[in-house]
């Protein structure tokens, strides 16, 4: 199975550095401009299938990378962490809680812990290796839920550093499973 991902293209709230979680915040006009650069990298892709959030962010990237070869699914399972009272606020307050510490796994403000992030994207890639192993696809999700489906695929363990990992904005990476 060889599986592309990309992070949706930046909206107005990324530029404020605010956390948009379950918000359902529309690209902006630079948002537009990465998600047509990674359909520019991508064109020469045949892609069996497509799988997105669903929410508009996201949605907007996949269509234009997409650009109508294949269909798109939405799935639940690949929405952005939840980010509980923090949704809406500034990054900052987020980076001063260690959410990413996989073994105080923190809930804390209502925030999904590190360990349900990754239970969940392993549940989509389990989903995806029984149907789809022999197909190309493309996932267009949201930062947090890309690391943890990369550490699921490479592999993780109680003292690995999530935020070694940081996906950007519109960027593709492509992985064999």
């Not at 991902?5 to 948009?20: A, E, I, P, S, Y």
Request: proline share 2%; with cysteine.
């Amino acid at each position: 199975m060889k599986i592309y991902m990309v992070r949706h293209g930046r909206t107005d709230w990324n530029d404020k550095g605010l956390m948009q979680g379950a918000s359902n915040i529309p690209l902006n006009k630079t948002g537009e401009k990465q998600a047509l650069l990674a359909h520019e990298k991508l064109k020469d892709v045949n892609f069996d299938v497509c799988f997105s959030s669903p929410l508009k962010r996201t949605s907007q990237t996949a269509e234009i990378i997409i650009d109508g070869r294949c269909g798109i699914i939405y799935d639940d399972l690949l929405l952005e962490r939840g980010l509980g009272s923090l949704e809406g606020k500034s990054h900052d307050l987020y980076k001063k809680f260690d959410y990413y510490d996989y073994e105080k796994n923190s809930c804390e403000n209502g925030v999904e812990g590190i360990r349900q992030l990754l239970d969940r994207t392993k549940e989509f890639l389990d989903k995806l290796k029984l149907k789809y192993s022999d197909k190309t696809i493309l996932i267009v999700s949201h930062s947090a839920t890309i690391r943890a489906l990369h550490f699921n695929i490479i592999g993780y363990d109680g003292k690995t550093e999530f935020l070694s990992f940081s996906p950007k904005n519109g960027e593709v990476y492509e992985y064999d499973i």
